[in-house]
């Protein structure tokens, strides 16, 4: 599997990260209430291929509902580049549009049904997958 180093961040430049992932992205677009709100895209990718460069200082962290998810964002420009979804806790979801340009070879959009999000989770067959390590190499044999 192809894994590229992406890197990004927040509008304000106060929160940066760098994570490995496929260039072709699998990019979620949910239609759960606060996804539907702030327009959450992601991609989710482990915790081991993900590194916050800086502004730990600078994020906050807003849950409800089951507090499982932890939607983290740039306390100066609201930004939110990355969260823990709620689906995959041992990884984290990542904000394609947050990426800096020239390592995203393709995108590639599946909606997610949030509003009826215990049947979709139930009916999904990758998703909780894509937070292990070995997700990368999956994902590239579903595609």
């Not at 260039?23 to 709100?37: A, E, G, Y």
């Amino acid at each position: 599997m192809d894994l590229v180093k992406h890197t990004g961040g927040c509008h304000c430049g106060a929160v940066r990260f760098e994570v490995l992932s496929s260039p072709d992205l699998h990019v979620f677009q949910c239609n759960c209430s606060i996804c539907t709100k702030k327009q959450n895209h992601h991609f989710i990718v482990p915790k081991n291929h993900f590194s916050l460069l800086q502004g730990s200082d600078d994020l906050i962290t807003y849950t409800f509902n089951t507090h499982v998810a932890k939607h983290t964002f740039c306390k100066t420009c609201g930004v939110q580049s990355f969260y823990t979804p709620r689906s995959n806790p041992d990884g984290y979801g990542v904000a394609p549009h947050c990426l800096d340009p020239g390592t995203v070879r393709s995108v590639t959009v599946e909606t997610f049904c949030g509003e009826k999000w215990e049947e979709s989770m139930q009916a999904h067959k990758s998703i909780r997958d894509m937070s292990k390590p070995e997700a990368d190499a999956q994902l590239k044999n579903t595609q």
